[in-house]
T-cell receptor, first 114, second 115 residues
Framework: DTGVSQNPRHKITKRGQNVTFRCDPI?????LYWYRQTLGQGPEFLTY????????KSRLLSDRFSAERPKGSFSTLEIQRTEQGDSAMYLC????????????FGQGTRLTVV | AQSVTQLGSHVSVSEGALVLLRCNYS??????LFWYVQYPNQGLQLLLK??????LVKGINGFEAEFKKSETSFHLTKPSAHMSDAAEYFC?????????????FGTGTSLTVIP
């Protein structure tokens, strides 16, 4: 068990550029979550997958955001045409349905849009 | 809908003093409750969880929390604060794992420990 891994840890991008983040969950975990955390706030739910199926998306996830988990293992979160308001910490978490009750979090990817 | 409210966005205690961080929840089903800790530029680490077993839950680093249904509370305590406890603390609620699909977090409490 190597934990949830997120890459990159930090990303600075110019407004209007596209960015992609990667999350590798704990290997036997079939549920994967994406959260966004802005300064001074708690994590806000963006979306989650069970295996490769994306089962729920928050209204926070505008059409510029897309997430995939093609083989039910790692996941990517892409933001197109980034805006300064997208600057935040993006957190990935995983859990195993029917077994784990808690979510295991990665270290996060901090995005700064300049 | 599930939600949690953390009273006090900032708490300061002296080293060696009692730590009390407050959390109240709202849930339409028996809740699963969690406390997480976050250090600067890090992810969230689980401190402890309540999953409908014992109402007094012991976690890591000397923290514990008591589930009080009548008060809809799940406050976090530690008898004696240590400098290393300075961090951001989040209370969270979720549905039972077979039914729910989200974890709902509070806005966090920043703990400062004064030497």
């Amino acid at each position: 068990d190597t934990g949830v891994s997120q890459n990159p840890r930090h990303k600075i991008t110019k407004r209007g550029q596209n960015v992609t983040f990667r999350c590798d969950p704990i290997s036997e975990h079939n549920r994967l979550y994406w959260y966004r955390q802005t300064l001074g706030q708690g994590p806000e739910f963006l979306t989650y997958f069970q295996n490769e199926a994306q089962l729920e998306k928050s209204r926070l996830l505008s059409d510029r955001f897309s997430a995939e988990r093609p083989k039910g293992s790692f996941s990517t979160l892409e933001i197109q045409r980034t805006e300064q308001g997208d600057s935040a910490m993006y957190l990935c978490a995983s859990t195993r349905k029917s077994l784990n009750t808690e979510a295991f979090f990665g270290q996060g990817t901090r995005l700064t849009v300049v | 809908a599930q939600s949690v409210t953390q009273l006090g966005s900032h708490v300061s205690v002296s080293e060696g003093a009692l730590v009390l961080l407050r959390c109240n929840y709202s849930s339409s089903v028996p809740p699963y409750l969690f406390w997480y800790v976050q250090y600067p530029n890090q992810g969230l680490q689980l401190l402890l969880k309540y999953t409908s077993a014992a109402t007094l839950v012991k976690g890591i680093n000397g923290f514990e929390a008591e589930f009080k249904k009548s008060e809809t509370s799940f406050h976090l305590t530690k008898p004696s604060a240590h400098m290393s406890d300075a961090a951001e603390y989040f209370c969270a609620v979720s549905d039972p794992p077979n039914t729910g699909n989200q974890f709902y977090f509070g806005t966090g409490t920043s703990l400062t420990v004064i030497p």
